[in-house]
């Protein structure tokens, strides 16, 4: 009888297993950053994307989303590949290599008084609000290493919209604001002034203390 009841557990266990929900993971990586490879070097100097600072509250494995009346929701079956400040920080080398042509020191190793620009990020807020819009809130720094130029502190709010429903609609929406900062960080990494556009909205930029 023991084992009868033994052999009835573990199927109901096993049928359980068998039941849960498959688990999908994610990048903020977007298809042009998979696809295209090492871009052509052509700036003179490299860029240091360094780890990206985020709140405890959205640095989860899992994705962490709105809804309309403002809770959140863990979406435990809906994962990162890796952490959030990885896939933040990857993707933002990614797109900054695209917009300048340099390469990251995590690709190329700089020798002594190589020209580097330093990038540091810290993101206030990573919203994604079911189908409405992705908003990501970062303060970024621009520092040059080994050559001229003035480094700037800034802050910027992305804002996607997300006219479809779903998860692969907010990543989309995601991917598409960290390469908008990108945009903005860029700018000021070639002298320009990092204005705002239709998705972001720059709250201010201050020069860097040498």
Known sequence: MRSVLSLLTLTTAL????????????????PTAQTAGAPASSANF?????PVSITTQAD????MVRTGDGSVSALYSERWSSPLGDELRGALSDALKRELGALDVQVVKPGPGAPVWRVQTDVQRFDMVSGSMAQLDATWRVRPVNLKGTGLLCRSVVTEPVSESGVPA???????????LAGVMASAIRGQ?????????????SPLKE
């Open 46 to 50: 490299l860029i240091e994307v360094q």
């Open 193 to 205: 002034n990092p204005a705002g556009s239709s998705s972001v909205q720059m709250l201010g930029c």
């Open 170 to 180: 907010l990543i989309a929406a995601q991917q598409r604001a960290v390469v908008s």
């Open 60 to 63: 989860q494995p899992q994705l």
């Open 15 to 30: 049928a359980g297993c068998g039941s849960s929900p498959p688990v999908h993971y994610y990048t903020l990586q977007g």
